[in-house]
């Protein structure tokens, strides 16, 4: 079966604070995909990463980070010193070997207040 | 703004009406997909265009819905006889080709009421 996992209904915190959004995947296959998306309240879904499953590298992109890990099959994200304009909501995406369809985990609300 | 364009917004219609949307991708885009997403869930796959071709379709994708690109660029979704389950939002994406193909570009979506 192919599934992703997001465990976090909702999670608020104060300005500056970080914050690690989780992110569970099951699949078979040896090759796969995991994204990151973020959907404003305007509704729209962003785009922030993508990751192949034989890329275990770690990436950081200024505020935010991303850390896979094949063996507990996660990949989960952090904003390091978050701000106002972080709330929204995030999904957690997966697209296996075959086909073209992302599988989106029921994300994750964030709310970072000042 | 040249990103990917859906209309309407919003669309509210009473039980057993037609309904169809619109969605015009980023132009140079060949791929087009089309999402849907109810309250508190993540966006499920519908189908799946690469030009005007419909490669791949979801088993969610029933009889009464069909999509359309006739010329490989813009995309209609109809919902026949709709139905109150119908109600969500319908989002649409596109994606070059090749290069970065895997990089989905979501519109605003189409919300979806029906009484």
């Known amino acids: 079966a192919q599934k992703v996992t997001q465990a976090q209904t909702e999670i608020s915190v104060v300005e500056k604070e970080d914050v690690t959004l989780d992110c569970v995947y099951e699949?078979?296959?040896?090759?796969?995909?995991l994204f990151w998306y973020k959907q404003p309240p305007s509704g729209e879904l962003v785009f922030l990463i993508r990751?192949?499953?034989?890329?275990?590298q770690n990436e950081i992109s200024g505020r935010y980070s991303w850390n896979f890990q094949k063996s507990t099959s996660s990949f989960n994200f952090t904003i390091t010193a978050s701000q106002v304009v972080d709330s929204a909501v995030y999904f957690c995406a997966l697209r296996p070997q075959a086909g073209t369809a992302l599988i989106f985990g029921k994300g994750t609300t964030l709310s970072v207040s000042s | 703004d040249t990103g990917v364009s859906q209309n309407p917004r919003h669309k509210i219609t009473k039980r057993g009406q037609n309904v169809t949307f619109r969605c015009d991708p980023i132009s140079e885009h060949n791929r087009l997909y089309w999402y849907r997403q109810t309250l508190g869930q993540g966006p499920e796959f519908l189908t799946y265009f690469q030009n005007e071709a419909q490669l791949e379709k979801s088993r969610l994708l029933s009889d009464r819905f069909s999509a359309e690109r006739p010329k490989g660029s813009f995309s209609t979704l109809e919902i026949q006889r709709t139905e109150q389950g119908d109600s969500a939002m319908y989002l649409c994406?596109?994606?070059?080709?090749?290069?970065?193909?895997?990089?989905?570009?979501f519109g605003s979506g189409t919300q979806l009421s029906v009484l």
């Open positions: 699949t078979r296959d040896t090759t796969y995909y």
């Open positions: 990751r192949n499953s034989f890329d275990e």
């Open positions: 994406a596109s994606s070059p080709l090749w290069g970065a193909n895997e990089k989905l570009f």
